[in-house]
């Protein structure tokens, strides 16, 4: 009787190659969603001090957000639409005294003596409820950096002719040649000087 032939084997070899490929094709392609986020510079580590500054209350200018997306600004109801015109107005009020080492000669606010003395000292509080939406929380802050950008815009285009975000961004890119980025440097900072961006972030409310 002859011997009956088993069935042929199939060449697995290239199996594992095969299969190291399709996964890199699919590392490469694959589009990977990641939540934004807020671009921030902080400040530089500073020794302790004794006793913190006293700060005037009407250097702080408060923004309360609820549960609901509603924003509470100075202690009145306040369409998030208004809010940049709001801050603006905060920062660049100017109030401080003719002749006093406060005074703004810049600023070109309503010169309120019961807001802020100067862009120096004017301090922006923001506080959110935990149940607060992301993407109000992200609003609201794109709203009061705007705010900042704005006077930062103005100063740099009264200054150098140009508009700061621009600047900043060109400084901050790594490959704006070196010699762009040294003369942009003092540039920014003066800006960034007139206007510091004092953004504080208090404890979240249940």
Same mark, same amino acid.
């Given at each position: 009787?002859?011997?009956?032939?088993?069935?042929?084997?199939?060449?697995?070899?290239?199996?594992?190659?095969?299969?190291?490929?399709?996964?890199?094709?699919?590392? +490469?392609?694959?589009?990977?969603?990641?939540?934004?986020?807020?671009?921030?510079?902080?400040?530089?580590?500073?020794?302790?001090?004794?006793?913190?500054?006293?700060?005037?209350?009407? $250097?702080?200018?408060?923004? $309360?957000? $609820?549960?609901?997306?509603?924003?509470?600004?100075?202690?009145?109801?306040?369409?998030?639409?208004?809010?940049?015109?709001?801050?603006?107005?905060?920062?660049?009020?100017?109030?401080?005294?003719?002749?006093?080492?406060?005074?703004?000669?810049?600023?070109?606010?309503?010169?309120?003596?019961?807001?802020?003395?100067?862009?120096?000292?004017?301090?922006?509080?923001?506080?959110?409820?935990?149940?607060?939406?992301?993407?109000?929380?992200?609003? +609201?802050?794109?709203?009061? +950096?705007?705010?900042?950008?704005?006077?930062? $815009?103005?100063?740099?285009?009264?200054?150098?002719?140009?508009?700061? +975000?621009?600047?900043?961004?060109?400084?901050?890119?790594?490959?704006?040649?070196?010699?762009?980025?040294?003369?942009?440097?003092?540039?920014?900072?003066?800006?960034?000087?007139?206007?510091?961006?004092?953004?504080?972030?208090?404890?979240?409310?249940?």
């Amino acid at each position: 009787m002859p011997r009956r032939k088993g069935a042929p084997e199939v060449n697995a070899g290239s199996m594992a190659d095969i299969a190291f490929l399709l996964l890199i094709f699919f590392l +490469v392609t694959t589009t990977i969603e990641t939540d934004s986020g807020l671009d921030r510079m902080l400040p530089p580590i500073e020794p302790p001090t004794e006793e913190p500054p006293v700060i005037k209350e009407k $250097n702080i200018f408060t923004v $309360n957000i $609820n549960k609901n997306g509603q924003l509470l600004v100075e202690e009145k109801i306040m369409d998030i639409k208004n809010l940049r015109e709001a801050a603006i107005a905060f920062l660049d009020n100017g109030g401080a005294a003719q002749g006093s080492p406060e005074y703004c000669n810049y600023c070109k606010g309503k010169r309120d003596i019961t807001s802020s003395d100067n862009p120096n000292k004017a301090i922006i509080s923001l506080k959110n409820d935990r149940e607060t939406k992301y993407s109000t929380y992200i609003t +609201v802050q794109n709203e009061l +950096v705007g705010a900042y950008n704005d006077l930062r $815009n103005r100063e740099a285009q009264r200054l150098y002719n140009q508009d700061f +975000v621009k600047m900043e961004a060109e400084y901050l890119n790594p490959e704006t040649p070196k010699d762009t980025r040294d003369e942009l440097k003092d540039k920014v900072r003066r800006i960034q000087e007139l206007f510091p961006q004092k953004l504080s972030e208090a404890e979240t409310s249940n």
